[in-house]
T-cell receptor, first 111, second 118 residues
Framework: NFMLTQPHSVSESPGKTVTISCTRSSGSIAGNYVQWYQQRPGSSPTTVIYEDNQRPSGVPDRFSGSIDGSSNSASLTISGLKTEDEADYYC??????????FGGGTKLTVL | EVQLVETGGGLVQPGGSLRLSCAASGFTFSVNEMNWVRQAPGKGLEWVSSISSSGTTIYYADSVKGRFTISRDNAKNSLYLQMNSLRAEDTAVYYCARAPSPWYFDLWGRGTLITVSS
């Protein structure tokens, strides 16, 4: 079984760019797709990135996803930060042994 | 409108049972794999269970295996979670989630809160 590790929190100013990492403990990060979910306070999660780097319709192109085999990690990058981006962000991946695995979540503060 | 609406939450004593329902609308429920995902108060997301579109393939997280049963009724566009032998650590908001592909969720309900306490 594998785990996904995220930083507990990150903060950045409006208009800046922030990157949230998600490191896979075992197995290749490239072996299974990584997704990212946004959860604003008091709301249910929504998908902002799926299949490593795909954006659902309606998600602005300020959100982008990538994977890095050398660090065995995935990243969510948000550019042109807005106060509305303040939320918890969760990475998620899947394999046939562990099934659906979520990272612990990262609290993004836009200040 | 495309949506998932969970019902059935509430307060239950340890060892008790509860049945959650999730009503789907605005999309073809019968072709989608469906899941339950939970979130303990102040904690992260935890996948609970999955059921294939036909209901023939089912998976459970180790934390609920043997106690929870997932099912669906495609004629009623509904997903269910029967929860038995409930424990304090099952206290959480339970979300119904659609999986358009086996590896991710693209639609979530608003969730229903289960509190297990005496």
């Amino acid at each position: 079984n594998f785990m996904l590790t995220q930083p507990h929190s990150v903060s950045e100013s409006p208009g800046k760019t922030v990157t949230i990492s998600c490191t896979r403990s075992s197995g290749s990060i490239a072996g299974n797709y990584v997704q990212w979910y946004q959860q604003r306070p008091g709301s249910s999660p929504t998908t902002v990135i799926y299949e490593d780097n795909q954006r659902p319709s309606g998600v602005p192109d300020r959100f982008s996803g990538s994977i890095d085999g050398s660090s065995n990690s995935a990243s969510l990058t948000i550019s042109g930060l807005k106060t509305e981006d303040e939320a918890d962000y969760y990475c998620q991946s899947y394999d046939s042994s562990s099934l659906w695995v979520f990272g612990g979540g990262t609290k993004l503060t836009v200040l | 409108e495309v949506q998932l609406v969970e019902t059935g939450g509430g307060l239950v004593q340890p060892g008790g049972s509860l049945r959650l329902s999730c009503a789907a609308s605005g999309f073809t429920f019968s072709v989608n794999e469906m899941n339950w995902v939970r979130q303990a108060p102040g904690k992260g997301l935890e996948w609970v269970s999955s059921i294939s579109s036909s209901g023939t393939t089912i998976y459970y997280a180790d934390s609920v295996k043997g106690r929870f049963t997932i099912s669906r009724d495609n004629a009623k566009n509904s997903l269910y979670l029967q929860m038995n032998s409930l424990r304090a650590e099952d206290t959480a908001v339970y979300y119904c989630a659609r999986a358009p592909s086996p590896w991710y969720f693209d639609l979530w309900g608003r969730g229903t809160l289960i509190t297990v306490s005496s």
